[in-house]
């Protein structure tokens, strides 16, 4: 009961900001939200941030843990399935699960909205607005906003926990302060948003429960139903190369005939050009760090710990486990920050670099992989085994987006399957080298060619799992 009294700062009232809140309300703290930007609540367009996410079920159990997570569910739309958009016009399905499997689109400025005002409804939670973090001391627990007319505001408080981004300023203070290694890459490939909007009857123009994605090996296009007002909200994924080489109506409209023939009419030609000249292509960063934390009074989470690229979808979702994690820390040792700081941070390090890696590889995988029988084998495969064995045999992307198996062991899990395949493709191989003396090596040689090309696809993630092993 002692510690109900403390005050907390947080440093950033977006998605996990607002969602930490609602969670540190709950042990009776007084929570002050500064953030940057004005309240996302009033503002008719959001810039610079994506419009649509998705939610899986790390970030549900999250919004149950506080309340919120049938009123989400109420407002997203449920994906069962990726539509897969051939360049020949051909729509093909990939379930991602079982049949009671599915991810959620769900929209960014809705759910901001709600965690702020889930939040508010605490009388020990403030919301300040437009406060920018200009620096902070941790000896004294004090932090400094800036406010649009020049003023400065200090605060103090017991706990500083940074929730301001990729690009976040409380972890360059935490730079300051201690030994913190720290690593930031861009990928070569930006993104742009385009839109598609209802029908001229207000329907949605295309099937409405699958994420659809276009393939085309070097880049991607994706598409997320938009609830809010049955259009969908596509992103084009591309090396930043392509993008600065179509500088003319001509070239924008000759690139998407080539590309993205069946998505012409749906966008609009002049949706096309338009965004394409008026627009820079946003970059895609990832951030990896350690520790979390300074001292016992500072800590950051989300974005501003673990930065990763949207290919996985698990962004927001791990950035909302953060905070149902550190929630389940101060549980376990009373509130006390000297213990929950470092024992979370030590906790949570390996599983988000290890989501970091796995985003970057899903990349691949939404571009490419796709189009290939061996991963649609694959794919049938481990959903029947999954059937046949469900808590022996997860598949990869069950075990990330439908479960809360820490991210580093989901890697562990599928590094023994492919283990296991390799064993039974080479098993096959050499049966194949048995059959060559019976019926002749040139017989047999393509077909045992084409087993060692599978076994040498599935070395990314043993290749992966020895970081973590």
């Known amino acids: ?38 309240d996302i609540r009033k503002q008719e367009l959001v810039r610079g941030r994506s419009i649509n996410l998705t939610l899986s079920t790390r970030g549900l159990e999250a919004l149950k843990a506080v309340g919120l997570d049938e009123e989400m569910k109420q407002s997203g739309i449920p994906l069962h399935s990726r539509m897969i958009h051939d360049l020949d016009g051909t729509r093909r399905p990939i ?35 437009e406060h920018k973090f200009v620096s902070c001391d941790f000896q004294a627990g004090t932090s400094i906003f800036k406010k649009p007319d020049g003023s400065k505001v200090t605060a103090k408080s017991d706990l500083i926990i940074g929730c301001d981004g990729a690009y976040s300023s409380v972890r360059h203070q935490i730079m300051k302060a201690t030994r913190m290694d720290f690593q930031q890459a861009y990928i070569p490939h930006g993104y742009i948003e385009l839109r598609i909007p209802p029908t001229a009857d207000n329907k949605f123009a295309m099937e409405v429960n699958y994420l659809h994605i276009w393939p085309r090996n070097e880049f991607m296009m994706i598409a997320l139903p938009n609830v809010q007002d049955n259009s969908f909200v596509l992103t084009l994924f591309m090396p930043f190369e392509i993008f600065e080489a179509k500088k003319t109506r001509e070239q924008v409209l000759e690139f998407f005939n080539k590309t993205f023939p069946d998505s012409i009419e749906l966008i609009g030609r002049e949706e096309i050009v338009n965004t394409f000249l008026s627009l820079k292509p946003l970059p895609l960063v990832t951030v990896k760090c350690q520790p979390y934390h300074v001292g016992d009074n500072c800590v950051i989470m989300g974005d501003a710990a673990h930065a990763m690229v949207p290919f996985y979808g698990q962004g927001m979702n791990c950035g909302f486990e953060d905070c149902l994690v550190f929630d389940q820390f101060m549980g376990k040792f009373d509130n006390d920050f000297a213990k929950v700081l470092p024992e979370y941070s030590e906790y949570r390090n390996p599983d988000a670099k290890a989501m970091c890696e796995l985003a970057l590889y899903n990349y691949t995988e939404m571009r490419e992989s796709v189009n290939s029988k061996f991963f649609l084998a694959r794919k049938h495969f481990d959903n029947f085994l999954h059937w046949l064995m469900p808590s022996t045999w997860v598949p990869l992307y069950t075990s990330v987006s439908f479960s809360q198996m820490r991210y580093h062991k989901c890697i562990h899990n599928r590094a023994w399957q492919d283990k296991i395949l390799t064993i039974v493709i080479s098993g096959a191989g050499i049966a194949c080298g048995a059959i060559m003396f019976a019926r002749g090596f040139d017989y047999v040689q393509p077909h045992f060619n084409a087993a060692l090309e599978q076994v040498s696809r599935m070395e990314w993630v043993g290749e992966l799992f020895s970081k973590w092993k």
């Open 95 to 129: 379930s991602y699960g079982t049949k009671d499997q599915c991810i959620m689109s769900v929209d960014r400025k809705y759910l901001n909205g709600l965690l702020l005002t889930a939040a508010e409804r605490n009388p020990s939670v403030n919301i300040h607005f």
């Open 1 to 38: 009961m002692g510690y109900q009294a403390q005050k907390v700062t947080i440093v950033g009232g977006g998605l996990v900001g607002a969602l930490n809140a609602c969670f540190l309300s709950k042990r009776g703290f007084d929570v002050h939200i500064h953030e940057l930007r004005p």
